[in-house]
């Protein structure tokens, strides 16, 4: 499957982005979807991950009740609504295709990674 992440930029701190990630490809269907972050000089950490068709999601606890990850099946696409952004939030942000339909949070269960998109906070 090929992943397409889009939707990166600079914001304000308090802003919000939305990122997209369009999957494509024979074996683009029934997985989970994870979005992770690698800020310059650290590992890549899990974000948030959902299933299909999408109302099973899960979220790293930096995170909560500011970001929101969703997906709409008739366009391939997962989305991470992240508002409330802070400085701490600026990294590349990369989604992923898990190998099944099941949640995780280690990025040695996802098969498939786009390309990634700059997301920079100002303070």
């Known amino acids: 499957v090929q992943l397409q992440a889009s939707g990166g930029g600079l914001v304000q701190a308090g802003g919000s982005l939305r990122l997209s990630c369009l999957a494509s490809g024979r074996a683009s269907g029934r997985r989970a979807m994870g979005w992770f972050r690698q800020a310059p000089g650290k590992e890549r950490e899990f974000v948030a991950a959902?299933?299909?068709?999408?109302?099973?999601?899960h979220y790293a606890d930096f995170v909560k009740g500011r970001f929101t990850i969703s997906r709409d099946i008739a366009e391939n696409t997962v989305f991470l609504q992240m508002n409330s952004l802070t400085t701490e939030d600026t990294a590349v942000y990369f989604c992923a295709a898990a190998g099944a339909n099941s949640i995780r949070v280690s990025s040695k269960d996802y098969l498939d990674w786009g390309q990634g998109t700059q997301v920079t906070v100002s303070s």
């Open positions: 959902i299933k299909w068709p999408g109302s099973i999601k």
